[in-house]
């Protein structure tokens, strides 16, 4: 393989060497939730994004998969908290992904970028993404317990309500009580 220098200090042309004339274009990187995503353009082949694994190897995304993981992540609500003038924000469907800025804005971009990383790299791996929270889609569960007494009186005033069921009672109960 060899290098041509090309007009940005930051860009090279790998060529084969096997006198295709083809070759890609590397573009350097930027961090994207963490990772170090690199342009690169394939003729023939669409364009890919590399980056580095946790533990190490390099991946590369599509620009479609990249464009499904925003299209998911365009959804998602960022929870931000300000402390010590710094603010922190996590996806309220991905809490493990997070991400910090000086500004309020420059937070929720950069946990965007966490996010789509995040998604993108689920995606690839073959998982299924968190549904975004306004859907509704009850995907958490809440055990608690409660005393015989306590079950037949919260049983009773949730068929006096009209509830088929305890749970629907309590969950309607609790939400109405948050508001």
């Given at each position: 393989?060899s ?23 590397v573009?350097?990187?930027k ?29 590369y995304?599509t620009n479609a998969?990249?464009i499904?993981a ?5 959804q ?7 402390e010590?003038d ?11 992904v ?10 929720v ?11 993108a ?6 998982q ?10 009850r ?15 919260l ?9 088929k ?5 309590l969950?309607a109960s609790?939400?109405?009580?948050s508001?």
């Amino acid at each position: 393989m060899s290098a041509k220098s090309k007009n940005s200090k930051n860009c090279a042309s790998l060529g084969s060497g096997k006198g295709t004339g083809g070759g890609m274009t590397v573009h350097s990187g930027k961090e994207v939730g963490g990772a170090k995503v690199t342009t690169h353009r394939i003729p023939g082949v669409a364009e890919m994004k590399r980056f580095k694994r946790a533990d190490g190897s390099t991946g590369y995304l599509t620009n479609a998969t990249l464009i499904a993981a925003v299209k998911i992540v365009d959804q998602y609500q960022i929870i931000l908290a300000h402390e010590d003038d710094e603010w922190y924000g996590h996806g309220l469907e991905m809490p493990n992904v997070f991400a910090d800025g000086k500004t309020a804005n420059q937070c929720v971009m950069k946990t965007q970028d966490a996010m789509i990383a995040a998604v993108a790299y689920m995606i690839d791996a073959g998982q299924i993404p968190p549904a975004p929270a306004k859907e509704g889609q009850r995907t958490e569960q809440v055990n608690i317990r409660l005393g015989a007494l306590e079950k037949t009186t919260l049983t009773a005033a949730a068929k006096r309500k009209g509830f088929k069921s305890l749970a629907g009672f309590l969950r309607a109960s609790a939400l109405d009580a948050s508001h």
